[in-house]
């Protein structure tokens, strides 16, 4: 069924305060601070401010890694960034992401501190600074920048694009639902195709590129995100769904999953991590 209305573009767009859905009031054509709110800092070599969305459980579950490891030096302050309330917008944090997004990264171990943005950037940062989950064979290493930066560059489609007409927009319309349910399933396919004789993204070994593409389509065929398994077919990726569960099954995911978790079972919420035990 084609859509009811049909919107004709104005000659200069205008922002409308009060439309966009769920996340209208989070969305602004500008960029800066709105009020003055200085960030916290723990103890830990690393401050990390997020929320435990799939950029933010990429980061939480490579600190993770990296402490199973028994890599002492990555440990870390978790603090909350409640995107729902402004905290982005916050003085503080826009210092550390300009572009208020979560997750951002200060390393207090170098001075001054360190910051990074970005989560494909916070996982370079840190498989290199601890040489781990990151190829050294130049071959090997361009697989996994190749897969890494796939998923940075797909991802919007399947969150901002088909999450949002799906599960978030005001108003459900066929024309973005088709379009962006296309590009979603391509993407599984073309992860389908992959691990068809791979173990992980990459070959043999796990590494930045699973961890970073495991926060978003391992959640998505696995924990049903935007209540859309079902409509997506998900289980039918039959070689992403083990890829997905193999990773999902790792003792470090099922950690970093819970870290700055504010909504599902009670047991499994950690909305800020600050030791070891907070996971315990």
């Known amino acids: 069924?084609?859509?009811?209305?049909?919107?004709?573009p104005p000659k200069v767009w205008k922002w409308d305060a009060e439309s966009g859905g769920t996340w209208a009031k989070i969305n602004r054509p500008i960029?800066?601070?709105?009020?003055?709110?200085?960030?916290?800092?723990?103890?830990?070599?690393?401050q990390l401010y997020s929320l435990a969305t799939p950029n933010g459980v990429k980061v939480t579950v490579m600190f993770e890694e990296l402490l199973?490891?028994?890599?002492?030096?990555?440990?870390y302050d978790a603090w909350l960034i409640k995107i729902g309330d402004g905290d982005q917008f916050g003085s503080g944090f826009v210092e550390v992401n300009p572009n208020s997004k979560i997750p951002a990264l200060?390393?207090?171990?170098?001075?001054?501190?360190?910051?990074?943005?970005e989560s494909g950037a916070i996982l370079l940062y840190l498989a290199e600074k601890f040489d781990a989950f990151l190829p050294h064979d130049p071959s090997a290493r361009a697989e996994c920048f190749s897969w890494l930066f796939w998923q940075m560059g797909s991802a919007p489609y399947l969150g901002g694009g088909f999450g949002h007409f799906y599960k978030y927009a005001p108003e459900r319309f066929e024309y973005p639902i088709n379009r962006f349910?296309?590009?979603t399933k391509r993407q599984l396919d073309?992860?389908?195709?992959?691990?068809?004789?791979?173990q992980y993204l990459c070959g043999d070994d796990y590494n930045i590129a699973d961890i970073a593409t495991y926060a978003w389509?391992?959640?998505l065929v696995l924990n049903n995100a935007y209540e859309a398994a079902e409509f997506l077919d998900v289980t039918s990726y039959e070689n992403v769904v083990r890829w997905a569960s193999e990773i999902q099954a790792r003792p470090a995911v099922q950690r970093g999953r819970r870290v700055n978790k504010t909504s599902g079972p009670e047991d499994e919420r950690v909305p800020e991590r600050h030791d070891a035990s907070d996971l315990d």
Do not use: C, I, W
């Open 1 to 8: 069924m084609a859509d009811s209305l049909t919107y004709t």
């Open 106 to 117: 200060l390393d207090q171990s170098t001075s001054p501190p360190t910051r990074v943005f």
């Open 31 to 46: 960029a800066g601070a709105t009020h003055e709110k200085e960030l916290p800092r723990g103890k830990h070599p690393h």
């Open 68 to 75: 199973a490891l028994g890599k002492t030096d990555a440990e």
């Open 217 to 219: 389509y391992g959640n």
């Open 190 to 198: 073309v992860l389908e195709r992959n691990l068809s004789d791979r």
């Open 181 to 183: 349910t296309m590009e």
